[in-house]
């Protein structure tokens, strides 16, 4: 038996029900708060003065940091104690979002942004730690994790929504002062209804590890995002070359460690590695959406705010499969719910790829419907996996892996698709764009369809119209070939979780041997 400070029984009661509500607030609003800066950036840029490459900062760092600590903040939850963590996290990021709400410059806000992103790297993994520890009942688990994914869902499709509504009536800072009642709120529940989980022999953290692991995922993430934004450049391949190099030095030394930051004997358990891979690919496919979000911004002309409702009926159909999933699982392996549904995220997303520039949007909401349907049952499972197989007290590690291996899938998907939709938009333009264009603006518009945008506007008015309409038409058959390379790929992912979770049985309420 896993020594833990606090066991609970093998049914979960009405308190640790309660609890759940608890530990969904933080998963809800570290969606809200991305979702929400995107609308916020315009004002708060025009307030605080900031430039381009400081509103990149603005919105990355947030993102970067949380990445790069959450491998240390899930090890020194199951050290410390989940709940502990949790608490110290809810209270430094209520702290950090009043200073960000208030900030005086782009300086301040970035430096704000940063302390978030930490703050913020110290949620996922000690909420997903601690229903792994409340919910030891394989069924109630996967349904309360499924309720976990579904509010993280919900709060990225609320985000524009409620970003719109606050905006209209107050000022961008309102945007970081929402996290402020909500930490609050988790910091009076938690200690009357979260047990504390905690191994007994946990052992010191190693500080060595932590900086060869900041410096393995920082690179990695940053060379990434500028792949998908430069293409093959010296710098990102530099930054993926040397995060890929420190990551062998990390990976050594934790093989040789008493107390490692991580276990790597955890791979060795096949249900682990394979739900991680799942998630790691699935988060490449999440790839796509950057290019639909781009389609309905600049090529159909909507607002973030009219962008996030057209999204909400996918959103709604994730959440529902979601939830959905756990249940299905208890009368059909989790191999074969997960396979399934990615058959019918593949069919909706060679529906998307019939997108054409006259539009079509409701085959593209069709499409994404059936796209977010199939990918939910992913989520759910493969995180109820990665969570369930490891020994209790080593949850909170287990926990940053999986949050670790969908923020590295969603930035390499960014970068591959990305690259697929570009290489096509620019090859259709090479010879479709009016002759009359002059090279300068011809470049501009060859450089990508935000490029496009902007410089058309500023042409003669058949002129601009013309050029706008053929760059849109590139994009359109960019993401269309994006999405068929992310059909293919599903189908992929069905195989994968079909043979990788060929030996893991319907959910009986009895859990498989941790390895």
């Known amino acids: 038996m896993t020594a833990i400070e606090e066991e609970t029984g093998a049914r979960a009661g009405r308190r640790e029900i309660i609890g759940l509500a608890v530990l969904a607030l933080p998963t809800l609003l570290l969606a809200l708060d991305t ?13 605080l003065g900031a430039g381009t490459a400081q509103q990149l900062w603005i919105m990355d760092v947030y993102g970067f940091l949380i990445a790069g600590f959450l491998v240390t903040m899930g090890t020194l939850g199951d050290r410390v104690g989940s709940r502990k963590l949790l608490l110290i996290g809810a209270a430094a990021f209520g702290l950090v979002s009043v200073i960000a709400a208030y900030a005086s410059s782009p300086e301040m806000l970035i430096a704000a942004r940063a302390l978030l992103g930490i703050a913020g790297a110290t949620l996922m993994p000690s909420t997903l730690a601690l229903i792994n520890h409340m919910f030891r009942d394989p069924r109630q688990r996967s349904l309360a994790i499924g309720v976990w994914m579904s509010c993280f ?15 209209q009536h107050f000022w961008w800072g309102s945007a ?18 979260l047990p504390e989980r905690r191994a007994a022999d946990a052992g010191r953290i190693d500080l060595i590890s932590v900086v060869l692991s900041l410096a393995t995922v920082l690179p990695l993430v940053y060379g990434l995002k500028l792949l998908a934004a430069d293409g093959l450049a010296t710098t990102p391949v530099l930054a993926v070359l040397t995060g890929l190099i420190v990551g062998y030095v990390f990976v050594r030394r934790q093989k040789h460690l008493a107390d490692p930051l991580i276990d790597v004997t955890l791979f060795r358990n096949r249900t682990f590695t394979a739900a991680l891979a799942l998630l790691l690919l699935a988060g490449v496919m999440g790839g796509f959406y950057f290019l639909v979000a781009i389609y309905l911004q600049i090529v159909e002309g909507f607002s973030p705010l009219r962008t996030g409702l057209l999204l909400l009926a996918p959103t709604v159909a994730a959440i529902a499969s979601s939830m959905l999933a756990p249940v299905i699982a208890r009368r059909l392996r989790p191999g074969v719910v997960i396979a399934g549904g990615m058959a019918l995220a593949a069919l909706g997303l060679v529906l998307v790829a019939q997108l054409d520039a006259a539009g079509g949007l409701a085959l593209l909401v069709t499409g994404l419907i059936l796209t977010d349907l199939g990918t939910g049952p992913l989520g759910a499972l493969s995180t109820d996996l990665v969570v369930g197989s490891v020994p209790e007290e080593k949850a909170g590690s287990a926990a940053a892996l999986s949050e670790t291996s969908a923020e590295f899938g969603v930035a390499l998907g960014v970068a591959l698709i990305g690259s697929i939709g570009a290489v096509v938009y620019r090859v259709q333009l090479d010879s479709g764009l009016p002759a009359a264009l002059s090279p300068e603006a011809a470049a501009a518009v060859q450089e990508g369809i935000a490029g496009a945008a902007a410089t058309t506007q500023a042409l003669p008015g058949p002129l601009g119209t013309e050029a706008f309409r053929q760059a849109g038409e590139a994009f359109v058959n960019g993401l269309s070939a994006a999405a068929l390379v992310c059909a293919v790929a599903a189908v992929g992912l069905g195989i994968v979780a079909a043979v990788g979770f060929r030996h893991v049985p319907v959910y009986t309420g009895q859990d498989e041997e941790p390895a």
């Open 153 to 167: 869902l919900g709060g990225v499709a609320a985000g524009p929504v409620i970003g719109g509504v606050l905006l």
């Open 35 to 47: 979702s929400v800066l995107y609308l916020a950036l315009p004002s708060l840029t025009a307030d």
């Open 176 to 193: 970081f002062l929402i996290g402020v009642p909500v930490m609050a709120l988790i910091m009076v529940a938690a200690p009357v209804l």
